[in-house]
Every structure is written in C-alpha cells, then in structure tokens.
C-alpha cells in the first residue's frame, strides 16, 4: 500500500474503506475472467458453433448490457445509493458461473453475459463512484489507478486458473 504521508490532503482519507473497495473490485474482475478464456471453446466443442462472430456474440451481449446500464447507473446511484447497486450487481451476478456450468445451449451463455453485464456495470462501476467519494482531487488518479489494476488483475488471474482448470478437468466436468 502506498504510504498516505506521500500526497498532500490526504490525512483525511479513509484508506481502509478504499482498500475494501479496491479488494472487492479485484473480485469483480475475477467474474469477467472466469468466462474470457473458456467460452470460445465451449462454443466450439460443447455447442458445436464454428463461427467465430457468433462464438463473439457473448462479448457483444456483454458489451451492449453493461454500458446500457452504466448509462442510468450514476443516476441511479443518487437515488438508491452506491452500495444499494454495489450489492444488486452482485446478486445479480451469483447465478453467472452456474448457468455457464449448466448452460444447455448457446442462448443460455448469452443470457449469463447479459446478467454479467449488469454486474460489471453495477459492482465495477460503483467501486470507481463509490472511490471518487472518498477520494480528494489529488488522489483521484491514484485511487482509480487501484481499482483498474486491482479488477484487470482479478480479471487476469481467474483467466489463467480457468483455463489451467479446462485443460485439466475438462471444459464443463
């Protein structure tokens, strides 16, 4: 962690609440690589679609659902507060891995991206919000610099070990 004593005005931070938020934001990128490595060849071997637009579509489902909801979710925010939308994004997201595992056709994995897209939009989205709160104008930069590096981390890491688990276990054992 960076010592708060390097940046003027920022005695009074409230370093641990953004740690939290920066540790959940890790997570919340792990959801997006979960999915990343593996889907392309689900689509391929378990549903047998060749098409590389089509094994594409869950990016695009993904894609066009989050920044639809990103559009109302600053607004939003005001109305029902962060946390409220932080903790809806989150539910919003536990079914995702199980649909993924269960998923009996290709229209269900797209369905799961859209769900993921509200996730990311509502959890991701509101750790910078809820960040740039707590933030002073000096620390802005570093404080979202951690939330960017703490979700593509988790983003990366969960890539990795779900890929290192199909090579294993298998695309859906």
């Known amino acids: 962690m960076c010592d708060p004593t390097q940046?003027?005005?920022?005695?009074?931070?409230?370093?641990?609440?953004?740690?939290?938020?920066?540790l959940i934001?890790?997570?919340?990128?792990?959801?997006?690589?979960?999915?990343?490595?593996?889907?392309?060849?689900l689509a391929e071997v378990e549903f047998g679609i060749a098409s590389k637009t089509a094994v594409l579509a869950f990016i695009a489902t993904f894609g066009i659902t989050k920044a639809a909801v990103n559009f109302f979710a600053g607004t939003l925010s005001e109305r029902v507060g962060r946390k409220r939308l932080l903790v809806a994004g989150?539910?919003?997201?536990?079914?995702?891995?199980?649909?993924?595992?269960?998923?009996?056709s290709w229209s269900w994995v797209l369905f799961a991206n859209i769900l993921l897209g509200v996730n990311q939009a509502l959890t991701w989205s509101m750790t910078v919000v809820m960040k740039v709160d707590l933030a002073t104008p000096k620390t802005f930069g570093?404080?979202?610099?951690?939330?960017?590096?703490?979700?593509?981390?988790?983003?990366?890491?969960?890539?990795?070990?779900?890929?290192?688990?199909?090579?294993?276990?298998?695309?859906?054992s």
């Open 142 to 172: 570093l404080v979202i610099g951690w939330n960017e590096f703490a979700g593509y981390t988790g983003m990366a890491a969960t890539a990795a070990l779900t890929g290192v688990l199909a090579t294993s276990f298998g695309l859906r």
């Open 7 to 22: 940046y003027p005005m920022t005695e009074s931070l409230d370093w641990r609440r953004i740690t939290h938020l920066v």
């Open 90 to 104: 989150w539910l919003t997201g536990i079914p995702v891995p199980l649909i993924l595992i269960w998923a009996p």
């Open 25 to 41: 934001n890790l997570f919340v990128g792990g959801m997006v690589g979960i999915e990343r490595t593996v889907l392309p060849l």
